[in-house]
């Protein structure tokens, strides 16, 4: 049994509020969990306190367990400092589109220069 902490949806449309929770991977989002850990409120100002409420102890009792946080939820423990959230590079998203298009038919050019060399490697090969 996998077990995630993760943000399971509440509150009404357009209004949401997550709660925090300890849930077995299989089950729904919004679905059947096994503990409340605390609660997350987007639409609060980034400095209010009241955004985010977390039972600390809770989760790393559950950390301590083998329970993987979702990405949302271990950008919440690295800020509280609880959990190290490993860093991830995505260089494609720098690049502006339009250079990420000529980058991308000059690979494409090359791949078919190089498959065109094999290709007349392999006749004169056979000749």
């Known amino acids: 049994m996998s077990v995630v ?3 399971a949806r509440a509150g ?13 991977s299989r089950f729904p989002r919004d679905g059947r969990f096994i503990e409340r850990l605390g609660h997350f409120n987007p639409l609060l100002a980034k400095d209010n306190e009241l955004r985010l409420k977390l039972d600390m102890e809770k989760v790393k ?14 950008r ?4 509280a400092g609880v959990a190290k959230r ?9 690049v502006p589109r339009k250079e990420r298009k ?12 190089a498959k065109s ?3 007349a490697a392999a006749k004169a090969k056979k000749v």
């Not at 009792?61 to 271990?74: H, I, M």
């Not at 991308?104 to 090359?110: H, R, T």
């Open 5 to 7: 902490i993760r943000l």
């Open 12 to 24: 009404t449309k357009k209004r949401p509020v997550y709660h925090v929770v300890v849930a077995d």
């Open 61 to 74: 009792v559950w950390l301590a367990k083998g329970a993987q946080p979702s990405d949302r939820v271990s």
């Open 76 to 79: 919440f423990l690295d800020a």
């Open 86 to 94: 490993e860093t991830r590079s995505n260089p494609e998203k720098a």
């Open 102 to 113: 000529v980058i991308a038919e000059a690979k494409a050019a090359e791949a078919a220069a």
């Open 117 to 119: 060399a094999a290709a």
